[in-house]
């Protein structure tokens, strides 16, 4: 397992965002982790993270206990998230906003050398935009980005940290379906091509499907369901709390 | 060789903005005006121009390229100014040994606002540098009075250099040109380092503080060195000023200074480099000039600062750069 969870819960006072939840998932895999709005999904997310740290329970990445690294620490281990929001370099040149995620791994604290001059870091990039489709539009500032490419921009930034795990805070979000179908094809292209684990979170269904190697269903906070998506399209209680069926009353 | 190879298999990358290519133009440009500036304007404002230009680029170090406001940089500027003197005036050391201790105390000062409130963002930053300014102005001012001459001022001997060669540092022209130079490679050694890995990275801080830390920077670090080099640029122009005014004074440490160096910056622009240059030229040119007509001067730059806001809401090199950048937009592909 490359990276597991064991009994983590994550509690906000008297709420219970994300309770006894474990979870796994092996090198290569594409895993999902589905559930209506305030299931959870993106407080589990940032447990993975690192944003927050457990209130109970461990988080195992490569067999080390990484439950109290901090977010940043987790990026260098290999760890690293997109956002949900839009979170990008607005000022900056599409080329940069990548380059400077790749110069995470090369320096920090060089104050001297021209930051241009590291041929093999702007390789990356260029690599990297051409993976998500942006190479032509390496040059232009990325807050004239259409919402689609700043999507891209958002998976090239994180790419460009080389991840070994890249989890993903629903990278569809407000996208038309026609952008999404492409989308979608672009992670399971990144995920075969790059040998990437990837741990999806959305709240649409029919976006993971498709692509997912397994599919987590959280509800409340608790884990519904986890399977292969054929058998999570035939499971019984997630279509009841993905249709309202029976299992949450409307009236509560 | 290899890595060259390398660079021409992928796609052509231009990585470099024709901001950066206009800034970096508008760099040798001021310091070219920096030449004729002692024959257009008087030599003892032209240098003060330096001198403050210098210290107003330290301070956007933070405020514009990594974010932090700063409301303490007096403390910098005169404990800079303070060590420079102190040395020459205790320790009988040369021009170059004094401005070097200039540099050490505006680091230190730096290093121990760094430790205090680099976790602290925005106003708690500034109000944390702030208090540890106006301390350090109270210390100055009678605790320390044996070391610091308090009110008196810590007057120098009339100073001199000899390496590389003879200047006599009491000539204003030849003071001017002392200052310049320093101020020059001062310039082009934070033209260096903002756009080194280092430069690059505190741009990601202003930019996007999370996003950088999740890219896995460590921000606390970054923010800490960024505020070392702040202070040992501003301690740099501490030390020059006590040159240029043949002594320390405690009014370099009083919160004011702080205060004319936010204005000087955002009149000039904050997000440029060349930006806090330009806005001290023109700030002290023109309380120069308006303090000639009448002693009410500060109301009058006050009502001139305002206008120039409105007009320039980027700062006057901020917004021209805007403009051209609007200019550029349609054509752009």
């Known amino acids: ?252 | 060789m290899n890595a060259k190879k390398q660079t021409n298999e992928v796609a052509a990358y231009k990585p470099h903005s024709w901001q950066t290519a206009l800034e970096f133009r508008a760099m040798w440009a001021v310091l070219a005006l920096g030449i004729v500036l002692p024959f257009l304007v008087s030599k003892p404002l032209a240098t003060e121009i330096m001198i403050y230009a210098l210290f107003a680029l330290a301070f956007n170090l933070l405020l514009g390229h990594t974010g932090m406001i700063s409301f303490g940089h007096a403390g910098y500027l005169g404990v800079g100014s303070y060590a420079g003197a102190m040395v020459v005036f205790y320790g009988g050391v040369g021009v170059w040994v004094s401005l070097l201790a200039a540099m050490a105390g505006g680091a230190l000062v730096a290093a121990v606002v760094g430790l205090l409130a680099v976790k602290r963002k925005g106003a708690y930053f500034a109000m944390i540098s702030l208090a540890i300014a106006q301390m350090l102005y109270f210390l100055a001012l009678s605790p320390f009075k044996r070391w610091t001459e308090g009110e008196d001022s810590l007057k120098l001997p009339p100073l001199s250099v000899d390496f590389p060669f003879h200047l006599n540092l009491s000539d204003q022209t030849q003071l001017y040109f002392f200052v310049f130079v320093i101020v020059a490679l001062a310039v082009l050694a934070q033209w260096r380092l903002l756009n080194s890995p280092f430069g690059h990275a505190l741009k990601g801080i202003r930019e996007n503080e999370d996003r950088i830390r999740a890219c896995g920077f460590n921000i606390t670090r970054i923010k800490f060195l960024s505020i070392i080099y702040s202070g040992l640029f501003s301690g740099l122009a501490g030390g020059l000023l006590a040159i240029y005014l043949g002594a320390a004074s405690v009014t370099t440490l009083f919160w004011m200074t702080s205060g004319v160096v936010v204005m000087q910056t955002v009149l000039g622009g904050t997000h440029t480099f060349m930006g806090p240059f330009i806005g001290t030229m023109v700030f002290l040119y023109l309380r120069n000039n308006i303090s000639n007509y009448t002693d009410r001067w500060e109301m009058w730059v006050g009502a001139m600062f305002m206008a120039l806001i409105l007009l320039f809401p980027e700062g006057i090199w901020g917004t021209v750069m805007q403009k051209i950048g609007e200019r550029r937009r349609p054509s752009a592909s």
Not at chain 1, 31 to 38: A, C, D, L
């Open chain 1, 1 to 252: 397992m490359l990276l597991q969870t064991n009994g983590v819960c994550k509690y906000f006072g008297g709420l219970k965002a994300v309770d006894q939840v474990d979870f796994s998932i092996e090198q290569g895999k594409l895993k999902s982790i589905i559930g209506p709005n305030g299931a959870g999904k993106t407080t589990f997310f940032n447990l993975v993270s690192g944003l927050y740290k457990p209130t109970h329970g461990q988080v195992t990445f490569q067999g080390k206990d990484v439950s109290h690294a901090s977010m940043n620490e987790r990026s260098q281990l290999g760890i690293t998230k997109t956002y949900q929001i839009t979170s990008i370099f607005p000022r900056l040149s599409v080329f940069e906003n990548v380059r400077l995620s790749a110069q995470s791994r090369v320096s920090m604290f060089n104050s001297w050398r021209k930051a241009y001059s590291y041929s093999a870091m702007n390789n990356r990039t260029m690599e990297i935009l051409e993976h998500v489709g942006l190479a032509d539009q390496q040059g232009r500032t990325a807050s004239e980005l259409s919402h689609g490419e700043k999507r891209y921009l958002e998976i090239g930034i994180a790419l460009a940290t080389e991840p070994t795990i890249l989890l993903l805070d629903e990278p569809t979000a407000g996208m038309s379906p026609a952008e999404t179908v492409e989308a979608t094809h672009l992670i399971r292209k990144l995920s075969n091509e790059l040998k990437l684990t990837i741990i999806l979170i959305e709240h649409d269904i029919s976006v993971v499907m498709g692509i997912s190697d397994e599919v987590m269903v959280l509800h409340e906070g608790k884990k519904l369901a986890e399977d292969t998506p054929e058998k999570i399209s035939a499971n019984e209680t997630v279509q009841n709390v993905y249709l309202g069926k029976g299992a949450e009353p409307c009236s509560r």
